[in-house]
């Protein structure tokens, strides 16, 4: 009961006393004059070197945005300079190979006119032997001829039917 007429008398913690308040005004402006002396300026020193250091990465963030695009860019910008690179290099291999593909046709083209050419002249040349081979067995034959005509007699009927027998040996040496 001691307890209870203390509390009764000092009043309860809802009721204000004067004296309380001041002094705890007085304690919350010394506190806060002490705190602005020495923690307010370290405080807002560092929440503004935090602000700066904030800002500086959001800039460098920024920035390294913007250079990366510049370099997608210029990435880009040499993939299409490499695709039309390769694309030209392809259209002037298939130019090359075709103008190869025309010249070996015109060189085996010239070679096979030349085979033919070469082929042709032999067989002039076989053939003139041919007619110097027979030639020279018609003038045997001629020279045969003109030996039984004059060994026999000079008959024309006799020289028709030795010449028709020459004419006949030609033509079946010639089969």
Do not use: C
């Not at 203390?6 to 913690?13: K, P």
């Not at 009721?15 to 309380?20: A, E, I, T, V, Y």
């Amino acid at each position: 009961m001691l307890m209870s007429a203390v509390i009764l008398l000092s009043g309860s913690l809802l009721d204000p006393n004067p004296g309380l308040i001041f002094w705890t005004a007085i304690t919350f402006v010394l506190v806060l004059l002490i705190l602005k002396k020495i923690a307010w300026g370290p405080i807002l020193g560092a929440l503004e070197e935090r602000e700066k250091g904030i800002q500086s990465s959001i800039d460098r963030a920024y920035g390294a945005k913007e250079e990366a695009e510049a370099i997608l860019r210029q990435n880009k910008e040499t993939l299409a300079k490499a695709e039309a690179e390769s694309d030209r290099i392809i259209r002037e291999g298939r130019e090359f190979a075709d103008k190869i593909r025309a010249e070996i046709t015109e060189k085996a083209h010239a070679e096979s006119q030349k085979m033919i050419g070469a082929a042709k002249d032999e067989i002039e040349q076989e053939k003139r032997r041919a007619l110097d081979v027979l030639r020279n067995e018609v003038a045997d034959l001629a020279v045969r001829g003109a030996e039984k005509i004059i060994r026999a007699s000079l008959d024309g009927e006799v020289q028709r039917k030795v010449v028709d027998s020459m004419i006949a040996d030609l033509s079946t040496k010639q089969n």
